[in-house]
Every structure is written in structure tokens, then in C-alpha cells.
């Protein structure tokens, strides 16, 4: 069946600029998640949904950032005011429900550079 | 310090070798403990959970010791398709199941 799919696969922006970032989960999973992940780096966490709602944005690393997921499915990540240390690879991961035995199948990620 | 650590490797070893990877966690709260693969320039995959008791998949075998806060993963008789980064990632019971990862250990397997 069709898998976590998250677009645009690659996006170059300036920096200042203003980005969307879409994650659709897997159909019929409540709990999204939004990491990143920098060169090098094992992907660090951002923000958690279960259903519509943001149940944990704690990893969300200033203001700039913010995330929606109105209808309880596909959720946006918004970028403000980009700044260059905001390249990186940002995954989004969805499980069935919530729970520590719960599999999060990942994206493909979407590649972020600005310049 | 990070919270998970783990020896970045490379780690490069021929066909059929046996290949062990280390990784220790600071927080005590964690509860549950997984390893992922990750291949170059793509996601990451759930490879196994990983148990007090210890648990086998096939060639893979992963160790956990809460005592000293450790966790292992052995693949024996290495293939090329094992080339890849293993990531090490607890979920910490105080947490909202957010995955908690290690910066990966990257493995070469050579023909």
C-alpha cells in the first residue's frame, strides 16, 4: 500500500523567504510526526499530532516554525523568514496510534537548502 | 553530551565478517529502544526492537542492559546489503513517543 509521501521532494529557497513543506501520512494513521535531520546527523524531533491537534511541539526550535494538520491527515510544516541554518532534511513519520510499540514509517524527506 | 551516543564509524569489514555496534543512552526514563537503517540519501526504517532479553532477527541480534544504559546490535556474515548508517533510538516513557535518536554508525561491507 502506499506509504508516507511528502512533498516537494526538494526545495531551494533565499534566505527570508517564506516555505511549505507537505507530509500525507499513511491512510488511517492518527499520530504524525515532523523531524529533521542535518548532515551527519541522526533526525531530531519537531513537533508530534495525534489527530488534528499538536500534542507536543516542544522540538520546534523558535517562532519561525509552525505546523498544522486540519482535518486530521496531511499536515504542513511552515517555515518563516528562512534562515541558512534551516537546510536540512525535514521527515515526516505517521504511526496507526500512538504508543511506544506503535512502528513510525517514515517519509522520503524533503530536501531544504537556503540560500 | 547527546543523549544517545554512538561511535560514527565507519565501520569496514569484509563479506561474511561478524560486525558488533555499541550505543549508550544518559537517560534513565527511556523505555523503549530500537535500531534503524538508514541507506544513503533516504529515510529510515525500523530494522528491530530490542528487548531485555535480547532478540534475534535472522543474522541480527540486539542486546539491551538497562543497568549500564547499553545497547548493542551484532550482524553476523555481513552482505554488501548491509551497507548502510544504523541508528540507535529510545523513546523515553515521559515523552510523547517522539524517537529519540543516535547520530547513526555508518557500516561498509566490501566484497
Known amino acids: 500500500g502506499a506509504g508516507v509521501s511528502q512533498t516537494p521532494s526538494n526545495k531551494v529557497t533565499e534566505k527570508g523567504k517564506y516555505v511549505e513543506l507537505r507530509c500525507d501520512p499513511i491512510?488511517?494513521?492518527?499520530?504524525l510526526y515532523w523531524y529533521r535531520q542535518s548532515l551527519g546527523q541522526g533526525p531530531e524531533f519537531l513537533i508530534y499530532?495525534?489527530?488534528?491537534?499538536?500534542?507536543?511541539d516542544s522540538g520546534l526550535p523558535n517562532d519561525r516554525f509552525f505546523a498544522v494538520r486540519p482535518e486530521g491527515s496531511v499536515s504542513t510544516l511552515k517555515i518563516q523568514r528562512t534562515e541558512r541554518g534551516d537546510s536540512a532534511v525535514y521527515l515526516c513519520?505517521?504511526?496507526?496510534?500512538?504508543?511506544?510499540?506503535?512502528?513510525?514509517?517514515f517519509g522520503p524527506g524533503t530536501r531544504l537548502l537556503v540560500l | 553530551r547527546k543523549e544517545v551516543e554512538q561511535d560514527p564509524g565507519p565501520f569496514n569489514v569484509p563479506e561474511g565478517a561478524t560486525v558488533a555496534f555499541n550505543c549508550t543512552y544518559s537517560n534513565s526514563a527511556s523505555q523503549s529502544f530500537f535500531w534503524y537503517r538508514q541507506d544513503c540519501r533516504k529515510e529510515p526504517k525500523l530494522l528491530m526492537s530490542?528487548?531485555?532479553s535480547g532478540n534475534e532477527d535472522g543474522r541480527f541480534t540486539a542486546q539491551l542492559n538497562r543497568a549500564s544504559q547499553y545497547i548493542s546490535l551484532l550482524i553476523r556474515d555481513s552482505k554488501l546489503s548491509d551497507s548502510a548508517t544504523y541508528l540507535c533510538?529510545?523513546?523515553?516513557?515521559?515523552?510523547?513517543?517522539?524517537?529519540?535518536f543516535g547520530s547513526g554508525t555508518r557500516l561498509l561491507v566490501r566484497p
Open positions: 513519520a505517521s504511526s496507526l496510534s500512538p504508543g511506544v510499540q506503535e512502528t513510525q514509517y
Open positions: 533510538v529510545v523513546i523515553r516513557m515521559d515523552s510523547s513517543y517522539k524517537l529519540i
Open positions: 499530532f495525534q489527530g488534528t491537534g499538536a500534542a507536543d
Open positions: 530490542v528487548y531485555s
Open positions: 491512510s488511517g494513521h492518527t499520530a
